[in-house]
Every structure is written in C-alpha cells, then in structure tokens.
C-alpha cells in the first residue's frame, strides 16, 4: 500500500529555518519523483520543486525560481524519507507543505502526504 | 511561465448532474495536464493525468480530454462525495503552474 506520511506541524519564527520530512512507502525513492507543494491559508497550490530523474547525468532537482537560494531537497535513500528544508522564513511562508510523487514524469503526481502545516510567527 | 485558467471559478449542482469544468492553458502544453480534487482540510487527490487518463481507483463517472491549450474535467453523475475544489495543473514545461480552482457546491 501506498504512503507517504509527513512530520508534524511546526511553529517558527521569523529568520528560521524549517525542515520538513515526507516517508514514503509502498515504492522506494529510486522508483519516484517527489514533489513538493504548498498551500497559504484558502489559496491555491504553488509548486515549489520536485526531482526530475531526465535532468543532467542522474536526474537533479528542479527549484521554483522564488525559492532559489532558500529551499533545498534532499532524499535518504536508506530510509525512503524525503526533506524539504526552507529558510530565511517570512510570514508569507505561512503555509500547509505538501509531499507528492510521481512514478514517471508522463503520470505527474499520483499520490500525496497528508500535508504539514507550518507557521511564521514572531 | 504558463498561466492555467479555470472556469468557472465555482459552481452549483445536484446530485446527479453532469459536471464540466474547463482548463485553459497560456501555451501549449500537450496533454502533460493532472487534475486534482480536494475537500477542506484535506490532502489533494490525483484523479487525472497526462489528460485523460484515470489514476488507479478514481471512478469512471470522471473523465478528461483535451491536447494543448484547452482541456475539460467531465463528472458524468454527480454524486454526494464529489463535492470539492478540483484544480488543474501543467507539468510540461518548469515552472510547473496550477489553475486557481474550481469549486463544486451542493445547490
């Protein structure tokens, strides 16, 4: 069966950093492509990056030019548990952080966490 | 970047009813469009990709089409559960880009 659980809600201030992690089972992150997305309060969807496995020699992972320079994804193979590390956080960063992934790039996103909600606050 | 607009923005229907939601995207995207529904304080659920194309378990009274710009998400009986915002989203080009989302009320 097909899961992806996240880590718990977190409170941070502003200047913070926040990682936020995504275990995935079901597939191994060698098969996958992990997404990642946020939603603010009642908007819609932003994406954020995701790992394409058809970019450079190995597959790289693709940033959202509004994140560059503050959001960094990293995968743990050995426990099948993806990170997304955002920094220099603002309150506009308020948001509910969503893991995804894709079992080929032509299917897109198939499954989804449950969400993280993180708040910036001082 | 692409911009994907929905519409309409929101929607009354019965139980029942046949359901047709559009998606327009700013260029051409071949059919590398998903749909997703979500209900409040929910996940997003994948119901569609590549535009056409069911995910495993979605019902079949959900269906897409469309290639390049202009697309549709069709609900052929609208049913109770269904009731929700569902989005669109392009993965053909980065940055990937989402519709504002179209939200299906009980009327």
């Known amino acids: ?122 | 970047d692409i911009q994907m607009t929905q519409s309409p923005s929101s929607l009354s229907a019965s139980v029942g009813d046949r359901v047709t939601i559009t998606c327009r995207a700013s260029q051409g995207i071949r059919n590398y469009l998903a749909w997703f529904q979500q209900k409040p304080g929910k996940a997003p659920k994948s119901l569609i990709y590549a535009a056409s194309s069911l995910h495993s378990g979605v019902p079949s009274r959900f269906s897409g089409s469309g290639s390049g710009t202009d697309f549709t998400l069709t609900i052929s009986s609208l049913q109770p559960e269904d009731f929700a915002i569902y989005y669109c989203q392009q993965y053909n080009t980065y940055p990937r880009t989402f519709g504002q989302g179209t939200k299906v009320e009980i009327k």
Do not use: H
């Open chain 1, 1 to 122: 069966q097909v899961q992806l659980v996240q880590s718990g809600a977190e409170v941070k201030k502003p200047g913070a950093s926040v990682k936020v992690s995504c275990r995935i089972s079901g597939y191994t992150l060698s098969e996958i492509s992990m997404y990642w997305v946020r939603q603010a309060p009642g908007k819609g969807f932003e994406w954020m990056g995701n790992f394409d496995p058809e970019e450079g020699e190995d597959g790289e992972a693709i940033y959202a030019q509004k994140f560059q320079g503050r959001i960094t994804m990293i995968e743990d193979t050995s426990t099948d548990t993806a990170y997304m590390e955002l920094s220099s956080l603002r309150s506009e960063d308020t948001a509910v952080y969503y893991c995804g992934f894709a079992i080929n790039m032509l299917q897109g996103v198939g499954y989804w966490g449950q969400g993280t909600l993180v708040t910036v606050s001082s």
